[in-house]
T-cell receptor
Framework: AQSVTQLGSHVSVSEGALVLLRCNYS??????LFWYVQYPNQGLQLLLK??????LVKGINGFEAEFKKSETSFHLTKPSAHMSDAAEYFC????????????FGKGTLLTVNP | EPEVTQTPSHQVTQMGQEVILRCVPI?????FYWYRQILGQKVEFLVS????????KSEIFDDQFSVERPDGSNFTLKIRSTKLEDSAMYFC?????????FGEGSRLTVL
């Protein structure tokens, strides 16, 4: 079984500041990990994914995440926030392979202040 | 760019009524999914569908729910007799290999 915990339901940063969204997971098998972004009134868009290759994963829009097995974490970062990054971000885990039954975290709403 | 499309974007229905939510997955994808998100809660897996049958379903997906791929393009979720607690955003997704592509969702409001 898998589970995801996203610390902080709401994160607020200033434009240009570092973005750090935290995700911890639990999985009984080697996990695949994902970050999705949801803009208002839109669907879920994949930002990046970890599928057991490189532990530092780069995604779209300048985001990256690092898989740390010892910490069971997959935190999402971006060096410099942009106003357009304001959205809800979801961390998700699956059992891997062709199994895309995703278990999602509750989401973190990112606000970017001018 | 290919995308998953869902209709309707918003449906309001009375408790006890049947609802059908429709999805057109990306054309060469073979795996199809429904997820739902109750307001303020997590996105939850409902069901996965492959080779014209359900491959996995969650405990949420009880006898009131059914899925169908009636033709080569549509993938539908039917709720037989809606309850107030079925009010949610329902997301369809499809995949080939590599990632899930989600639609924009269908918001269901049950009164």
């Amino acid at each position: 079984a898998q589970s995801v915990t996203q610390l902080g339901s709401h994160v607020s940063v200033s434009e240009g500041a570092l973005v750090l969204l935290r995700c911890n997971y639990s999985s009984s098998v080697p996990p695949y990990l994902f970050w999705y972004v949801q803009y208002p009134n839109q669907g879920l868009q994949l930002l990046l994914k970890y599928t057991s290759a490189a532990t530092l994963v780069k995604g779209i829009n300048g985001f990256e995440a690092e898989f740390k097995k010892s910490e069971t974490s997959f935190h999402l970062t971006k060096p410099s926030a942009h106003m357009s990054d304001a959205a809800e971000y979801f961390c998700a885990v699956s059992a891997g392979g062709s199994n895309y039954k995703l278990t999602f975290g509750k989401g973190t709403l990112l606000t970017v202040n001018p | 760019e290919p995308e998953v499309t869902q209709t309707p974007s918003h449906q309001v229905t009375q408790m006890g009524q049947e609802v059908i939510l429709r999805c057109v997955p990306i054309s060469n994808h073979l795996y199809f999914y429904w997820y739902r998100q109750i307001l303020g809660q997590k996105v939850e897996f409902l069901v996965s569908f492959y080779n014209n049958e359900i491959s996995e379903k969650s405990e949420i997906f009880d006898d009131q729910f059914s899925v169908e791929r009636p033709d080569g393009s549509n993938f539908t979720l039917k709720i037989r007799s809606t309850k107030l607690e079925d009010s949610a955003m329902y997301f369809c997704a499809s995949s080939a290999v590599g990632e899930l592509f989600f639609g924009e969702g269908s918001r269901l409001t049950v009164l």
